[in-house]
């Protein structure tokens, strides 16, 4: 049968752990006896308490830190690139300021107004695919416009800093542009003379369009190297930006000259890119 009372030998058990307890807090109070182990118990504490939160809430915020400080470094050097990127292609129009529009003037108004923005859609690479482009005759790729959005650019000429690359074809999901090295593609072509003219066609090959003339037409008085512009016919592309230079001669026939030229523009140079339509 358990008790409901606490004997003598407990009573005097208790009073006894009181009266030592008593006589430790005596000694503490009156000669600082256990200041030693409490300034130690207290240092264990704190050094703990640091080491713990250094090995483990600093660690956790040190690496939420770094993450959040490599992301904005990041969206920060994509921003600085596309800037850098949008530049190449400003300059590209005014090393071009004599040609690059019909009318002069409209440039300079352009240019003086601080509207330089407005002469062309910006836009950024959305889909392309490099196996197709290296093997196949249709070389197309997909762009999406990022500033002038309300422009109709539909036929629009597309460049990126190395020059003229192709034409907007389509503007379904996004805007379809057909490169001059496909094999549908066409653009007026004439040569630094201004004494000739041909329409060249994509050859189906990267960095390559040719151009197929009759000599009954023109004289066959072409150097190898000559350079070649466009022309401005046909409504599509700019009057008089470079296109390419003459890489190879074939004579055909007896009355039929094909024209091969490598193209300075390279589609892959960059991911943003400029559209104009005049």
């Not at 923005?117 to 695919?129: P, R, T």
Request: charged share 20%.
């Amino acid at each position: 049968m358990a008790r409901n009372t606490p004997t003598p030998g407990q009573k005097i058990s208790y009073f006894l752990v009181i009266l030592f307890g008593v006589f430790i807090l005596y000694l503490d109070i009156n000669t600082n006896t256990f200041n030693g182990i409490k300034n130690g118990f207290s240092s264990f504490k704190i050094s703990s308490s640091y080491l713990l939160k250094k090995y483990s809430i600093d660690q956790i915020t040190e690496l939420s830190r770094l993450f959040k400080s490599k992301d904005y470094l990041s969206k920060e050097n994509k921003m600085l690139k596309e800037q850098l990127d949008k530049s190449y292609l400003d300059n590209f129009i005014i090393s071009r300021e004599k040609s690059f529009f019909y009318d002069h003037s409209s440039l300079n108004k352009i240019i003086n107004g601080n509207k330089f923005i407005e002469s062309y859609s910006l836009a950024k690479l959305k889909s392309f695919n490099p196996n197709i482009f290296n093997c196949c005759d249709k070389h197309r790729m997909y762009i999406e416009i990022i500033q002038n959005t309300n422009k109709d650019i539909k036929e629009g000429a597309v460049f990126n800093e190395t020059g003229i690359i192709g034409q907007v074809v389509n503007n379904k999901s996004f805007y379809e542009v057909m490169l001059l090295t496909d094999t549908k593609s066409s653009i007026p072509l004439t040569n630094s003379k201004g004494d000739f003219y041909c329409n060249a066609s994509g050859s189906g090959a990267s960095d390559y369009i040719t151009c197929s003339y009759s000599q009954l037409v023109w004289l066959d008085d072409h150097e190898l190297g000559e350079k070649f512009f466009s022309s401005g016919l046909g409504g599509i592309y700019p009057k008089g930006i470079e296109i390419g230079n003459l890489e190879s001669i074939k004579i055909v026939d007896t009355s039929t000259t094909l024209l091969t030229i490598k193209l300075i523009s390279n589609p892959l140079h960059s991911n943003l890119f400029g559209v104009i339509k005049l």
